[in-house]
């Protein structure tokens, strides 16, 4: 069964630093990766995902994040945080192929961006 | 433009009392998924539609069922809501499913609140 574990509930940064949101999967086979930010009371939405080709995979708000095979991650950058960053992110796994494959989420990250 | 929209936002039902959150899309996706999200959890994922053929989780209790009377809409069905049942319910869709690389997109959700 794949997992997904995001280390770090709770993340702060200051506004113009690095934000790091780390991202570990356990899988018998590289799966399919997602980011993805969900804001108060809101549904999620889709950063970016990661499914063949170019590992290092550029997504909307200025977020990249990079499929590491050997160390099983895809953890999540953005150069300079801004306030409107802050929100909850969440990790996902999926099985390649098959129309029963679903998206397992990791337990999300908190970003917190202070002044 | 082509989304997916979830109603009622907020919806408070009593304890007991059936309830139906329901769930439309215009972009012709093939999947449709239902989630349970409790506070500062992960999505949990209920149950899914590829087209008509319904796939139901084997944790799902049976309190929980869900309707696709077409492409375009998705009902969840709570029969006997418990107040353990007070959560964010997610409807998303996809067009053929994660497992061809599509990642999911999101309504805003309906936050249920069970008095």
Not at chain 2, 9 to 33: A, D, I
Not at chain 2, 43 to 66: I, M, R, V
């Amino acid at each position: 069964a794949q997992s997904v574990t995001q280390l770090g509930s709770h993340v702060s940064v200051s506004e113009g630093a690095l934000v790091l949101l780390r991202c570990n999967y356990s899988s018998s086979v590289p799966p399919y990766l997602f980011w993805y930010v969900q804001y108060p009371n809101q549904g999620l939405q889709l950063l970016l995902k990661y499914t063949t080709g170019a590992t290092l995979v550029k997504g909307i708000n200025g977020f990249e994040a990079e499929f590491k095979k050997s160390e099983t991650s895809f953890h999540l950058t953005k150069p300079s945080a801004h306030m409107s960053d802050a929100a909850e992110y969440f990790c996902a796994v999926s099985e390649r192929g098959g129309t029963a494959s679903k998206l397992t989420f990791g337990t999300g990250t908190r970003l917190q961006v202070t002044l | 433009d082509a989304m997916v929209i979830q109603n009622p936002r907020y919806q408070v039902t009593q304890f007991g009392k059936p309830v139906t959150l329901s769930c439309s899309q215009t972009l012709n996706h093939n999947v449709m998924y239902w989630y349970q999200q409790k506070s500062s959890q992960a999505p949990k994922l209920l149950f899914h539609y590829y087209d008509k053929d319904f796939n139901n989780e084997a944790d799902t209790p049976d309190n929980f069922q869900s309707r696709r009377p077409n492409t375009s809409f998705c009902f969840l069905d709570i029969r006997s809501p418990g107040l353990g049942d007070a959560a964010m319910y997610l409807c998303a869709t996809s067009r053929e499913g994660v497992g061809a690389g599509y990642g999911y997109t999101f309504g805003s959700g309906t936050r249920l609140t069970v008095v």
